[in-house]
């Protein structure tokens, strides 16, 4: 695979400041003489380019080939840090209504995009959970947090599950797992309630044959819609997940299918953290059956929250109820 790894550096940047008077016609022949001559000036790389025009930082966890691997982050707040990790195919601000409650209530918020998606790179290689919890780590080890919690949504679990797994709970102090995809999500001889492979298959078989759709469908059943949770959701924010889960990388948009059904139960076992998990009973995504409430039954120090007629969306559409519970077990 051509992926190597080097040691995180944190990137930052400002946004530069056009200017406020309007172009005179010299100015207007000015510009245009230099947009005529810009073939043959130097070229300077778009992400060079991105870096110096916009407030964003970034953090580099590899290389591939000529370019940079690099996760985008916001860093906002003080106080005990807690770091969001978002589901597949959304970006960091999925977690809108948490980041909200979390700063009101005097938390430090982190939220990061995972590696080809959002405004975080779009490598070709990488879309397994071992390198996603290094990039975990990378942010961890880059921002020096401890004492940090770390609380994730449907694929952004799995994250938390595999860098337990295998860096620890040292730097650590809770966990939430909110439509959790562990303990094992496919079905096997000796996994008798997991799901079965076609239905990865398929999924993967339509996101290459007509991604928008499936993107589409996907999200469908993400809020539930024709349920009790569907009616919490606007057409608007279906249509505006569906436009950042377009904008993703199509390697890693497909290539995430196969991480889905990644064993973690040897990750869970090494988890010795106060752990709290949220479900809904309507998750059409991940059914409780075959994810949460396994995955309870294997923590010692869990809390275990399913909320009626919840969706796998629910930090939109519940969001009231899941941040009343968040609040109260980080506190």
């Given at each position: ?12 940047s400002?946004r ?5 008077n309007?172009?005179s016609?010299?100015?207007a022949?000015?510009l ?13 790389s778009f992400?060079e ?7 964003m930082?970034?953090?580099k966890?590899?290389q591939?080939?000529s370019q ?9 707040g003080s ?13 960091g601000d999925a977690?809108?209504k948490q980041?909200a409650a979390?700063?009101?209530?005097g ?7 995972r590696?080809g998606?959002?405004?975080s ?9 071992d390198t996603?919890?290094?990039d975990?780590?990378?942010l961890l ?6 004492g940090v919690?770390?609380?994730g ?13 295998k860096?620890g709970t040292?730097?650590?102090?809770k966990?939430?797992?909110i439509?959790t995809l562990?303990?094992?999500l ?6 008798p ?6 239905v ?5 078989a339509g ?11 996907f ?6 819609v024709?349920g009790?949770?569907g009616k ?14 377009m904008g993703a990388?199509p390697i890693?948009?497909?290539a995430?299918?196969?991480?889905w ?14 752990t ?5 009973d ?13 995955q309870?039954?294997?923590?010692k120090n869990?809390?275990?929250?399913e909320?009626?007629r ?7 559409t ?11 077990f980080l506190?």
């Amino acid at each position: 695979m051509n992926f190597d790894r080097t040691a995180p550096k944190a990137v930052h940047s400002s946004r530069s400041r056009a200017s406020e008077n309007g172009l005179s016609r010299r100015h207007a022949l000015t510009l245009a003489a230099a947009g005529l001559a810009a073939p043959l000036l130097p070229a300077v790389s778009f992400a060079e380019t991105r870096k110096k025009t916009n407030p964003m930082s970034y953090i580099k966890v590899g290389q591939e080939n000529s370019q940079p691997i690099e996760i985008y982050y916001e860093d906002h707040g003080s106080g005990s840090p807690v770091v969001l990790i978002h589901g597949w195919p959304l970006n960091g601000d999925a977690w809108e209504k948490q980041t909200a409650a979390l700063l009101a209530a005097g938390h430090r918020v982190i939220t990061y995009d995972r590696r080809g998606f959002g405004r975080s790179s779009k490598p070709g290689v990488g879309y397994n959970y071992d390198t996603f919890a290094a990039d975990l780590n990378a942010l961890l080890s880059a921002l020096d947090l401890t004492g940090v919690s770390l609380v994730g949504h449907s694929m952004g679990t799995g994250e938390i599950t595999r860098y337990i797994g295998k860096y620890g709970t040292k730097r650590l102090h809770k966990a939430v797992l909110i439509g959790t995809l562990g303990p094992y999500l496919v079905k096997a001889p000796d996994n008798p309630e997991g799901v079965d492979p076609k239905v990865f298959n398929d999924t993967r078989a339509g996101l290459k044959a007509d991604r928008p759709v499936a993107l589409m469908e996907f999200l469908k059943n993400f809020y539930s819609v024709g349920g009790a949770d569907g009616k919490r959701v606007s057409e608007r924010v279906i249509e505006a997940n569906w436009a950042v889960a377009m904008g993703a990388s199509p390697i890693g948009t497909v290539a995430c299918v196969d991480a889905w059904i990644e064993d973690f139960r040897k990750d869970i076992a090494r988890n010795d953290l106060p752990t709290m998990i949220i479900h809904g009973d309507d998750d059409r995504i991940l059914p409780p059956d075959a994810t949460s409430r396994r995955q309870a039954k294997m923590i010692k120090n869990i809390k275990y929250v399913e909320i009626k007629r919840g969706s796998h969306g629910m930090t939109w559409t519940r969001a009231e109820e899941i941040n009343t519970e968040l609040l109260r077990f980080l506190a």
